[in-house]
């Protein structure tokens, strides 16, 4: 049976492409390959979700600029719902533009995240948990995100952040958190090192933790327990999205299965998901 995921946060568009390197002042370069997809952590994790044979809605703010066409046409390819919190704005969508560098599959991104497209709980419409086995909230939208996670856990729904950096807010999000998964980039208030990290969100009762290092292997602690897992080390081609992409499988993962097994699961998923252009092509390699 089909379960169902409710993703909170970051809807973009982004526009990427592949190229020997990122432009330097003042100079034009031509790109070696270009796509256009529906972005933001938790669309990309919703993506992912759904892929793996589950049905996953996105939280967040669309609205009805032109571009949003561009948005809602990816994500209805996927099979991803969209529950709009400010349908009515005419703002254009926060857009990324990325440079995957083609030798080393690193990529330059800029964008301007969800800072001019906040809104308030009032947004979020009754019966939103209805039906949903997990919920994932990667702090882009802060207030709605706070919101439903207090929601979910009072319905016993688990609840995972993807903790790609620190967002202002976090902490009143983090005691209803039942898996923090984390990038090496998250950096807790006056938290200088990995292990000060894992006690922050230890304090806050969170019983399964993950830190991720790209292709290094990742730290997790589990009740209390220590421990590491190894990445599939892969030919790189694009590591965008990649975290996105994890933490979609991790959701996917941990409803059947225990928390080593769901991060081993979704390691190998992110990583084969390096070895393709893009955030999609890797979903269907034979095209």
């Known amino acids: ?61 669309v609205g009805s600029h032109p571009m949003t066409q561009l948005i809602k046409g990816d994500l209805a390819n996927y099979k991803v719902g969209i ?10 969508p926060p857009v990324s533009s990325i440079i995957v560098t083609q030798a080393t599959g690193e990529r330059a991104v800029i964008s301007i995240n969800a800072v001019k497209t906040q809104v308030t709980s009032e947004s979020i419409p009754p019966k939103i948990l209805q039906n949903v086995d997990i919920v994932l909230i990667d702090g882009h939208q802060m207030t709605v995100g706070n919101e439903i996670a207090q929601m979910a856990k009072a319905k016993n729904i688990p609840i995972v ?25 998250f950096d807790p208030p006056n938290c200088h090192t990995e292990d000060e990290v894992f006690a922050y969100l230890s304090g806050f009762g969170i019983s399964h933790i993950a830190i991720t290092h790209g292709e290094k292997p990742m730290r997790y602690l589990e009740h209390g327990k220590a421990g ?43 990583s084969f998901s390096c070895q393709f252009f893009g955030t999609r092509h890797w979903m269907h390699p034979q095209q």
Not at 7 to 21: E, H, K, P
């Open 1 to 61: 049976m089909k379960k169902h995921g409710l993703f909170v946060g970051l809807v973009t568009l982004d526009l990427i492409y592949l190229a020997q390197s990122p432009p330097q002042n003042n100079q034009k370069i031509v790109a070696a390959d270009y796509t256009t997809t529906a972005g933001g952590p938790a669309t990309n994790a919703a993506v992912t979700f759904s892929y793996l044979g589950n049905q996953a809605t996105v939280l967040g703010v």
């Open 161 to 185: 952040i993807d903790g790609g950096s620190w967002k202002n807010g976090f902490d009143k999000v983090l005691p209803f958190v039942d898996y923090a998964i984390c990038s090496a980039n």
């Open 228 to 270: 590491v897992i190894d990445v599939p080390i892969v030919p790189v081609v694009d590591t965008l999205g990649a975290g996105d992409i994890f933490h979609g499988a991790f959701c996917h993962n941990i409803l059947q299965k225990s928390f080593t097994t769901a991060l081993e699961q979704a390691a190998h998923v992110a």
């Open 83 to 92: 529950i709009d919190l400010a349908p009515t704005t005419q703002n254009a």
